[in-house]
């Protein structure tokens, strides 16, 4: 049974930072991409990056470039998100997902295992 579980949110204040964590079970880590979404109230779920776990290929959506930044743990089966110089509409839940065709996208559609999200509130 595939397992994604996320963690490390929480509330900071603007201008810091937070790591967030997505452990994966039951799935060969390294035949997957993992991604990170976000989704703030009453707005649609958003792609913040992704990883090809295998090679470390990773790309971002242009809100966060230059400051979020997705790396993993093999051994841990672990995917992080280094959050930096967080801004108010940084606010949101943050989901991790799993992709099985092993390609870093940024579509909710193309992955077939989420974890139930891990809120982050960053205050002005």
């Known amino acids: 049974q595939v397992q994604v579980v996320e963690s490390g949110g929480g509330l900071v204040q603007a201008g810091g930072s937070l790591r967030l964590s997505c452990t994966a079970s039951?799935?060969?880590?390294?035949?997957?991409?993992m991604g990170w979404f976000r989704q703030a109230p009453g707005k649609e779920r958003e792609w913040v990056s992704c990883?090809?776990?295998?090679?470390?290929?990773?790309a971002y959506a242009d809100s966060v470039t230059g400051r979020f930044t997705i790396s993993r743990d093999n051994g841990k089966k672990t995917l992080y998100l280094q959050m930096s110089s967080l801004k108010p509409e940084d606010t949101a839940m943050y989901y991790c997902?799993?992709?099985?065709?092993?390609?870093?996208?940024?579509?909710?559609?193309?992955?077939?295992?989420w974890g139930q999200g891990t809120r982050v509130t960053v205050s002005s």
């Open positions: 039951g799935l060969t880590f390294d035949n997957y991409a």
């Open positions: 997902a799993a992709d099985l065709n092993g390609y870093c996208s940024g579509s909710s559609s193309d992955y077939n295992y």
């Open positions: 990883m090809i776990i295998s090679d470390g290929s990773t």
